[in-house]
């Protein structure tokens, strides 16, 4: 098994690009999260997915989208790259529910200039 | 939503002493995450417990339900353990509220 794995690994955009963040997961995991990591700050929660076709904001949802079309995969996308969403952002999945154990994707390191 | 306190938030030990390293969470739950941070930035899950204590090599991690507290101690540190500790509670709806963290630091 690969895990959750998220691409790219570092990422460089202009203020106003686009992107999506890739995430995927190969456990058959139902509940997926994405969270953003920014010095002296725990993780916080953007988009949450308890389910394939189910979604929902976190803490900090403004300026990203998800969905969820299959249970594998869960993208997220900046819509319009502001400097303050310069951040490493993680991926996670878990097999049901937030209470069981969570698996991590490596990261990725995004700077918007 | 659970506000979760970690401390402390910077540990320095030396090699071979006993490591605690302590979780307050302000709502009731049914599980705590404690989650190890490597220096390269990858997250992996160490413990998930609800009650009682847990234990996985030299780690130990127990639970006060009642109290609303948690710990995770480290025994016989080594260098190796150097990262950074996250402690992690489900809060309002299908959410994990997390913890600052604290960076451990072990000494040779």
């Known amino acids: 098994n690969a895990g959750v794995t998220q691409t790219p690994k570092f990422q460089v955009l202009k203020t106003g690009q686009s992107m999506t963040l890739q995430c995927a997961q190969d456990?058959?995991?139902?509940?997926m999260s994405w969270y953003r990591q920014d010095p002296g700050m725990g993780l916080r929660l953007i988009h949450y997915s308890v389910g394939a076709g189910i979604t929902d904001q976190g803490e900090v949802p403004n300026g990203y989208n998800v969905s969820r079309s299959t249970t594998e995969d869960f993208p997220l996308r900046l819509l319009s790259a502001a400097p303050s969403q310069t951040s490493v952002y993680f991926c996670?999945?878990?097999?049901?529910?937030?209470?069981?154990?969570?698996?991590f994707g490596p990261g990725t390191r995004l700077t918007v200039l | 939503k659970n506000e979760v306190e970690q401390s402390p938030q910077n540990l320095t030990a030396q090699e071979g002493e006993f490591i605690t390293i302590n979780c307050s969470y302000s709502?009731?739950?049914?599980?705590l995450h404690w989650l190890q941070q490597h220096p390269g930035g990858g997250i992996v899950s160490l413990f998930m417990l609800s009650s009682g204590k847990k234990k996985h090599g030299r780690l130990i991690a127990t639970i006060n339900i009642q109290e609303k507290h948690s710990s995770l101690h480290i025994t016989a540190s080594h260098p190796r353990d150097s990262a950074v500790y996250i402690c992690?509670?489900?809060?309002?709806?299908?959410?994990?509220?997390f913890g600052e963290g604290t960076q451990l630091t072990v000494n040779p």
């Open positions: 992690a509670v489900p809060s309002s709806g299908s959410r994990l509220t």
């Open positions: 456990m058959n995991h139902e509940y």
């Open positions: 996670a999945s878990s097999r049901d529910r937030v209470e069981n154990e969570q698996f």
């Open positions: 709502v009731g739950i049914s599980a």
